[in-house]
């Protein structure tokens, strides 16, 4: 099957075919086991590849500052908004208009829902999301798919519960979208303050998606294969009295998941607060720190196909 990823903007998690999400899950395959046999990449030799994060980050940019450098390009970073020219007053659609004209690729985070919509209307070179608000984060659902699969043997035919601020925790809402192409059932578990969006449960059942919303962490640990765990996003709730109302409403520990599925899988995008007790990180099935390592070979991937050079 032919792909053409080339000059395309990385935006939504319910943009792509499912052939071509696996495509994507070969590519960055392809890439580790190169990575791991010592290869020096050249695959995107002589480019440029600019990271604007209007937001906090560690993983995301990180993982893109590696990959950019695995696939052999290079990379300017905007820094510290604190320092540039944001400090005096710039929009960002404006410092990203005066990048876009250095680079061959951007990756952007920025806080506005919908900025990355706008962002790659502004670029002439591709977008990648890097985070748009609380809307989407498809680079981290692509890794997260990438692990599922890594780490279940295959992906499909499985049940997966996203557990904690669903609301506004926008990895499962670009991964939800996954999980429905590849027919895996959904336990949404979550405080009441903190459910799924109902235009995004809506529409994902619209499109054939099997799902249940329950209180009951415990019973839906026990019906799932994997759980996927997220944070109370505290910055984006509206002040901090419901922030504290909702902190510390779920925590997985050791105890809690020996007594109800010793065997799941467990997930987490990261940065972890209290929502995963540090006693569960010794289990076989904690699979959080071999998800973020994973970013890395799925991020060289989506490089190398949106420049066009594999
Ligand atoms: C996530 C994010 O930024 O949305 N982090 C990440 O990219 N790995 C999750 C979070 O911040 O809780």
Redesign the pocket.
């Known amino acids: 099957m032919e792909f053409n990823f080339k000059g395309r903007d990385i935006i939504n998690g319910y943009d792509f075919t499912t052939q071509e999400l696996c495509h994507i899950m070969d590519t960055a395959m392809i890439y580790e086991k190169r990575v791991k046999s010592g290869e020096a990449i050249k695959d995107c030799e002589g480019m440029l590849v600019a990271t604007l994060f209007f937001e906090p980050?560690t993983?995301?940019r990180l993982s893109f500052n590696s990959a950019i450098q695995r696939v052999g390009a290079s990379t300017i970073d905007l820094g510290n908004a604190s320092v540039s020219s944001q400090a005096k007053g710039e929009t960002w659609q404006d410092t990203l208009r005066t990048v876009d004209g250095y680079v061959d690729a951007i990756v952007m985070r920025h806080p506005q829902d919908g900025s990355a919509i706008e962002a790659a209307e502004i670029a002439q070179h591709p977008l990648i999301n890097g985070?748009d608000g609380k809307r989407q984060?498809p680079t981290?659902a692509l890794l997260d798919i990438y692990t599922i699969r890594k780490e279940l043997g295959h992906i499909g035919g499985q049940t997966i519960t996203f557990l904690g601020d669903l609301k506004y925790?926008?990895?499962v809402h670009s991964l939800g979208y996954f999980m429905q192409q590849f027919g895996n059932k959904m336990i949404f578990a979550s405080p009441d303050e903190l459910k799924m969006p109902e235009d995004i449960t809506k529409d994902l059942r619209s499109k054939g998606a099997d799902i249940t919303e329950t209180s009951d962490v415990r019973e839906a640990l026990r019906q799932s294969d994997l759980v996927y765990v997220?944070?109370v996003?505290r910055e984006r709730f509206p002040d901090e009295e419901s922030y504290l109302r909702c902190k510390g409403s779920y925590i997985l520990d050791r105890k809690m998941v020996m007594e109800t599925n010793p065997n799941i899988t467990i997930m987490h995008?990261?940065?972890r607060v209290d929502e995963i007790a540090t006693d569960v990180d010794t289990l076989p099935g904690a699979a959080y720190f071999r998800q973020a390592h994973n970013g890395m070979y799925l991020r060289m991937a989506l490089l190398g196909l949106v420049t066009g050079r594999i």
Request: charged fraction near 20%.
């Open positions: 980050s993983r995301t985070g984060h981290q925790g926008r990895t997220t944070r996003q995008p990261l940065p």
